[in-house]
């Protein structure tokens, strides 16, 4: 055989090798605190009288300013007494991620249990973090739809597009089952205004009340998907003083971001707390209304060609956008 075309092949065989799924045989099952077992959270019993004057409706807030979401996100993390499901399409590896892991690893080193899912598409240069962080007793961290070779995705969809072009486009950060924030921001400088160049025009929404377990299962539902894998199962594993040698550099990077004046805006809205500070006072100017949670199966991700064409659609209420979801075997 010609050196050319044994070149061609040793390429394809590393190729397909390193594309090879790992078993999932043996992986820690995990579900979301029912709403009545978290400890005395302020997220929830704040707005208590609220939620008893409209029962089975969900109190929401918009978070137009950026600013704001961001300071939401971090003081949310930080009243979480004993558990945050935080799931994401994007997770930058930028000033605003760097702060925002920080508050994921401050939550569990005061023993809240921290489950961090993300779209694998969305974890570029993220690598040791998140091997690290998953390293902590209290952290587990998943992978969905995830890439074999981490330094070249683009073999994943050259060798397997129909899996890997169907991403995880969810993003719900929720503390205790009590409170949750939800919507088009994913997490990045560029999603909360802390850069000069290009930024994104979203929303999201700080949300009480009844929706808020419905997004907990719908969590559950993806972290037990066969799409989600465990970090440690994707990426290199650190050893013991290596993940924590990354996360104490972890630690003293976000320090230093916090005093960049890139990032001001960001730390004025975390010290003025205007959102779960009002919150927590009862002061908080939500809208109570009927809600209903509409999202795609998490089995979108192991969708072949064949079934592309069996969609169907699930319309909620009046107000409520139209979504469409596969039919996955």
Request: proline share 5%.
């Given at each position: 055989m010609p050196i050319r075309q044994m070149g061609l092949v040793a390429l394809l065989a590393l190729l397909l090798t390193g594309c090879a799924l790992p078993p999932?045989?043996?992986?820690?099952?995990?579900?979301?605190?029912?709403?009545?077992?978290?400890?005395?959270?302020?997220?929830?019993?704040?707005?208590?009288?609220?939620?008893?004057?409209?029962?089975?409706?969900?109190?929401?807030?918009?978070?137009?300013?950026?600013?704001?979401?961001f300071a939401a996100l971090t003081h949310v993390a930080r009243t979480a007494q004993r558990s945050l499901d935080v799931q994401y399409y994007i997770w930058h590896a930028?000033?605003?991620?760097?702060?925002?892991?920080?508050?994921?690893?401050?939550?569990?080193?005061?023993?809240?249990?921290?489950?961090?899912?993300?779209?694998?598409?969305?974890?570029?240069?993220?690598?040791?973090?998140?091997?690290?962080?998953h390293d902590h007793p209290n952290i587990a961290v998943r992978l969905f739809n995830r890439f074999m070779t981490r330094d070249a995705r683009w073999?994943?969809?050259?060798?397997?597009?129909?899996?890997?072009n169907l991403r995880m486009?969810?993003?719900?950060?929720?503390?205790?089952?009590?409170?949750?924030?939800?919507?088009?921001?994913?997490?990045?400088?560029?999603?909360?205004?802390?850069?000069?160049?290009?930024?994104?025009?979203?929303?999201?929404?700080?949300a009480v009340g009844s929706v808020v377990d419905d997004v907990s299962r719908a969590f559950d539902q993806y972290w037990q998907s066969r799409s989600s894998y465990p970090a440690d199962r994707i990426l290199p594993t650190p050893g013991k003083e290596a993940a924590t040698e990354t996360r104490e550099a972890l630690d003293f990077e976000a320090d230093a971001i916090a005093l960049d004046p890139q990032v001001g805006d960001l730390m004025v809205a975390v010290?003025?707390?205007?959102?779960?500070?009002?919150?927590?006072?009862?002061?908080?100017?939500?809208?109570?209304?009927?809600?209903?949670?509409?999202?795609?199966?998490?089995?979108?991700?192991?969708l072949r060609r064949r079934d592309s064409d069996k969609a169907t659609c699930r319309t909620g209420q009046a107000g409520t956008r139209y979504l469409s979801a596969c039919r996955c075997p």
């Open positions: 999932l045989e043996g992986r820690h099952v995990s579900t979301s605190i029912g709403p009545g077992e978290a400890r005395a959270n302020p997220l929830g019993d704040a707005p208590a009288h609220q939620k008893a004057a409209h029962p089975g409706r969900t109190g929401v807030f918009l978070l137009s300013d950026p600013a704001m979401t930028d000033l605003s991620g760097t702060l925002l892991l920080r508050e994921l690893l401050d939550a569990a080193d005061r023993g809240v249990r921290v489950r961090l899912l993300l779209d694998d598409q969305g974890t570029r240069q993220l690598d040791a973090e998140l091997a690290a962080l073999i994943g969809f050259l060798t397997d597009f129909d899996r890997t486009h969810n993003r719900v950060f929720v503390a205790d089952n009590q409170a949750l924030v939800s919507g088009g921001r994913n997490i990045g400088d560029s999603y909360f205004g802390s850069t000069e160049g290009f930024f994104f025009s979203d929303l999201d929404i700080l010290r003025e707390n205007y959102v779960v500070g009002q919150l927590l006072e009862g002061k908080l100017d939500l809208e109570w209304a009927p809600t209903r949670l509409v999202i795609d199966p998490p089995a979108k991700g192991r």
